[in-house]
């Protein structure tokens, strides 16, 4: 894969990983647990690094219980975001 990101980026292409659940209510258990969420965050920014890509998208379409569930969205996503910044 690393050669395949290395190529691309030579042409200028932006790599991203994009995130969806596999199964229902699999994400919002992950980031509705501190534990889990931390360690969501920790591959997500290692998966980043190690394959140098530009970036990560989430696609979080667990729409039943978005009241209840946006709380940990937005903590999980401020967690990205300054995990993020470490490493740029």
């Not at 969806?20 to 258990?29: I, L, M, Q, R, V």
């Not at 009241?67 to 740029?88: H, M, Q, T, W």
Request: aromatic fraction near 12%; charged fraction near 30%; glycine fraction near 4%.
């Amino acid at each position: 894969m690393k050669v395949y990101v290395k190529r691309l980026h030579k042409h200028n292409v932006k790599i991203l990983i994009s995130l969806a659940k596999n199964s229902p209510g699999e994400f919002t258990t992950a980031i509705n647990d501190p534990k889990a969420r931390k360690e969501l965050i920790q591959q997500i920014i290692a998966f980043t690094k190690e394959y140098k890509l530009d970036g990560f998208d989430i696609d979080y379409e667990e729409y039943d219980n978005w009241d209840k569930n946006f709380p940990s969205l937005l903590v999980f996503a401020r967690g990205l975001y300054l995990a993020k910044e470490k490493i740029c």
